[in-house]
């Protein structure tokens, strides 16, 4: 990510890649401040674009964002900052802010394997929103560039690197190595924080995974969390796509969720009130 990016092109990075962003927007100023209504910036969890005015304003700002995203909260706040009586800015004067958090891609997949069935999987998944951390040893079976929704993660080691990567995700396994395979299963299943995991393979591949995981001392209730064969049975064909398309419409099937509507939406009419009516007054949002 550029971190040179004004706020509507930021807007636009996040948007494609999927990331968890706040926008911030000056909404009402009094007296001397630094930025006048209507100045904007973009905060994500790691970095921010263009400027509300810098200082310990927009430190506030930043911090305030982030414990938004971090706790997943994507309702709108406003926020009222009196610049010189808790902030300790020399301009004096007050600001209220508009931080509207948006939630950006909450389904994540890590791709183990960079072969046909895999490739197809990543052009499903580069038009839907997910994001993609995609493993492989090899250099040369990425593409030159990926999806924006999409990061090669190039390595040596998948299996050491696997649990940190994997923790809270969804995994699919598509290696060319049935060796890899099973490591990866055995140490997913040791580590236990995967939201699923899926394996290609067909139902001999899946009987002699069972036994060997049975022999490594998992129960029966652990092994079946592992999907294999992976994919929908009702998608038939063998091709990588028709294969991918299986896959990925299990995938949607698994994480399908009707969001509930929340009793208010947007922000409080008492907040727009009182900004609208006392522009000046009003404590900082801690």
């Given at each position: 990510m550029d971190t040179r990016m004004n706020w509507y092109q930021a807007v636009a990075d996040c948007e494609q890649r999927g990331e968890p962003y706040v926008l911030v927007t000056v909404l009402g100023v009094t007296g001397s401040v630094?930025?006048?209504?209507?100045?904007?910036?973009?905060?994500?969890?790691?970095?921010?674009?263009?400027?509300?005015?810098?200082g310990h304003l927009e430190y506030r700002v930043c911090q305030q964002a982030r414990e938004r995203?971090?706790?997943r909260d994507y309702t709108p706040e406003l926020a009222h900052f009196p610049l010189g009586a808790s902030l300790g800015q020399c301009c004096?004067?007050?600001?209220?802010?508009?931080?509207?958090?948006?939630?950006g891609c909450q389904q994540q997949l890590v791709l183990?394997?960079?072969?046909?069935?895999?490739?197809?999987?990543?052009?499903?998944?580069?038009?839907?929103?997910?994001?993609?951390?995609?493993?492989?040893?090899?250099?040369?079976?990425?593409?030159?560039?990926?999806?924006?929704?999409?990061?090669?993660?190039l390595t040596d080691d998948p299996v050491g690197d696997a649990p940190d990567l994997c923790d809270g995700r969804h995994v699919l396994i598509l290696t060319h190595n049935h060796a890899l395979d099973f490591e990866l299963c055995r140490t997913l299943l040791i580590r236990g924080t995967c939201n699923s995991i899926g394996l290609i393979g067909s139902g001999t591949k899946a009987?002699?995974?069972r036994q060997r995981l049975a022999h490594r001392g998992f129960d029966a209730d652990a092994i079946g969390t592992i999907r294999c064969p992976v994919g929908l049975p009702q998608v038939p064909g063998k091709r990588p796509m028709e294969v991918a398309v299986s896959i990925c419409a299990e995938l949607l099937a698994?994480?399908?969720?009707?969001?509930?509507?929340?009793?208010r939406r947007g922000v409080a009419w008492?907040?727009?009130r009182q900004l609208i009516e006392h522009p000046s007054e009003g404590d900082a949002t801690p």
């Open positions: 630094p930025r006048e209504p209507a100045s904007k910036m973009v905060v994500t969890g790691d970095h921010s674009f263009d400027t509300i005015g810098g995203l971090a706790r004096g004067g007050r600001v209220s802010v508009l931080l509207e958090a948006h939630p183990f394997g960079a072969g046909h069935v895999a490739k197809a999987v990543v052009q499903i998944l580069a038009g839907l929103p997910w994001r993609v951390t995609w493993v492989d040893s090899r250099a040369a079976q990425f593409p030159k560039e990926a999806p924006t929704n999409v990061h090669p993660h009987r002699r995974f698994m994480t399908h969720q009707v969001p509930a509507t929340p009793p008492k907040d727009l």
